[in-house]
């Protein structure tokens, strides 16, 4: 076990999983990630990435006007594309570039019927024409696909290394036809000082899985005593953390870990960094409060032998004691975008924001 001030983040090879003889040493290298990191790197992924890589400065090398025709503002769903300094995290702006997609999904919200606001918050993407960039919503949506496996067989993984069924996590999830998993191309220019790619927050679901797309630094995790600690690319990996609603519904085991993007330097003319990011929902109707899971007493001292977690700068994803996952997920994303709730939520958004559209200082990234 190391201590609460990790210095870096354990690397696990996926391979290992499916050795009879190694999966054990995987799930008790799993189990301290989760329990004392919230952290990890995922190596021998069997999922091709070359193509998907090589999309992304593509992608945002289009013309400025091709990439405004799928605005995210056109989309109730949060899905499209987001211009430079569009987001901001406790008051400062993030700066990136990024695209929003979604693995394939029909929103089942009608209008009208008096459904849940928050089930329009799942459905379509939008893709850019075609002719500009053949083949990249088959290869986008291909990926999310595979992620999308991984993320459920990494979950059955997570389950045993608590001393559970495999199985015990699937209460969180719908059918697969009312399921949606979200992800995004993030691209992060250089600046001339160091600065706010993404600020200090959490993660609102169950897993993410990071593809890091580029050979730059940037990304930081914060430490059981609130130090940020690097987390640098490494080949042919994964970046794996723990969400808020995976915390929650764990009783604190699984540990979500506050984390930041630091923009990359002109001075090492290396140009910008590329991440992808894919983000596990789980179910929208899902309450946390009426799913109760029992875990081994040998598992919960580990929890308590961890000690108690210094404050972190993330303070978002607060209302999974009293709200349903999706209901939680839209209020994060009506305060990081106000531009798209005005428009597609307004009584939500006047709700959140009674002095109409916020002062910068005023807009939180989820």
């Known amino acids: 076990m190391s ?5 870096s983040v354990p690397v696990l090879d996926y391979s290992q999983t499916k050795s009879p003889a190694l999966k054990p040493q995987f799930i008790k290298e799993l189990q301290h990630a989760l329990i004392n990191v919230g952290f990890l790197y995922l190596s021998n992924v069997p999922i091709e990435t070359d193509k998907l890589i090589s999309y992304i400065p593509r992608f945002f090398s289009l013309p400025q006007n091709a990439k405004n025709k799928i605005s995210m503002v056109n989309s109730k769903h949060f899905l499209g594309y987001s211009k430079l300094g569009a987001e901001f995290t406790k008051g400062r702006t993030d700066w990136r570039e990024q695209f929003d997609i979604a693995t394939p999904h029909v929103c089942r919200a009608v209008e009208g019927r008096g459904d849940p606001d928050y089930w329009s918050l799942w459905g379509p993407s939008q893709w ?13 949506t291909r990926y999310l696909l595979d992620v999308q496996q991984l993320s459920y067989e990494f979950i059955g993984l997570l389950a045993e290394a608590f001393g559970l069924p495999s199985d015990a996590l699937k209460q969180f999830y719908e059918s697969d036809d ?22 200090p927050h ?9 593809l890091q797309a580029s050979d730059h630094k940037g990304l930081q995790v914060q430490n059981l005593s609130g130090d940020w600690i690097d987390v640098p690319p490494i080949p042919n990996t994964f970046v ?3 969400g808020r609603a995976l915390e929650f519904a ?13 923009s990359p330097s002109r001075t090492d003319g290396s140009g910008p960094r590329y991440s ?3 983000f596990q929902n789980i179910g929208l109707d899902v309450k946390l409060t009426e799913h109760v899971l029992e875990f081994p007493p040998e598992i919960l001292k580990l929890r308590d032998a961890r000690g108690s977690v210094s404050a972190t700068d993330s303070v978002n994803f607060t209302e999974f004691d009293r709200e349903p996952s999706g209901r939680v997920d839209l209020i994060g994303r009506v305060k990081s975008h106000p531009d798209v709730a005005e428009r597609h939520y307004p009584e939500l958004f006047k709700e959140v924001f009674p002095q109409g559209v916020p002062a ?6 989820y």
């Open 250 to 262: 764990t009783q604190g085991l699984a540990r979500a870990t506050s984390h930041r993007v630091l």
């Open 276 to 278: 992808v990011p894919f």
């Open 240 to 242: 794996v953390n723990i």
């Open 178 to 199: 009312l399921m949606q998993h979200r992800g995004k191309i993030v691209q992060y220019p250089q600046t001339d000082s160091e600065s706010q790619g993404l600020g």
């Open 202 to 210: 959490y993660d609102a679901g169950f897993l993410t899985f990071l």
């Open 3 to 7: 201590s609460p001030n990790l210095s």
């Open 128 to 140: 850019p024409d075609e002719d500009l960039l053949p083949g990249f919503k088959d290869t986008m």
């Open 360 to 365: 910068p200082a005023q807009v939180s990234a």
